[in-house]
């Protein structure tokens, strides 16, 4: 069974980082789609950045120059390197995991998905 558990969320002032972990059960790292979602309240979920099987990249707009996503095969990780963070970043904070193939990780149905952690920035 496939698990996902984020760590690394907290409240921060605007400007800062923080680093966001997702510990991923079993071998599938290496050959899904991995991807950081949010979740602010009262808003839908939004894809941030995903990472597929040859550890290629993409990122939603918003975000493009200051969050950067990971993984460590190894140890079975992926993060999310969040910089100059802003007010508007707040939100709870998802990975997921779907097979990697044909429709590529631009998508929103991942199957598997972690708890959620949460991200609070301040002004």
């Known amino acids: 069974q496939v698990q996902l558990v984020e760590s690394g969320g907290g409240s921060v002032q605007a400007g800062g980082s923080l680093r966001l972990s997702c510990e991923v059960s079993?071998?599938?790292?290496?050959?899904?789609?991995t991807a950081w979602f949010r979740q602010a309240p009262g808003k839908g979920r939004d894809r941030v950045a995903t990472?597929?099987?040859?550890?290629?990249?993409t990122y939603a707009d918003s975000i493009k120059g200051r969050f950067i996503i990971s993984k460590d095969g190894a140890k079975k990780n992926l993060y999310l390197q969040m910089n100059m963070l802003k007010p508007e970043d707040s939100a709870m904070y998802y990975c997921?995991?779907?097979?990697?193939?044909?429709?590529?990780?631009?998508?929103?149905?991942?199957?598997?998905w972690g708890k959620g952690t949460q991200v609070t920035v301040s002004s």
């Open positions: 997921a995991a779907v097979p990697d193939g044909y429709w590529g990780c631009e998508r929103d149905d991942y199957n598997y």
């Open positions: 990472i597929n099987s040859r550890a290629l990249t």
């Open positions: 079993g071998s599938i790292i290496s050959d899904y789609c």
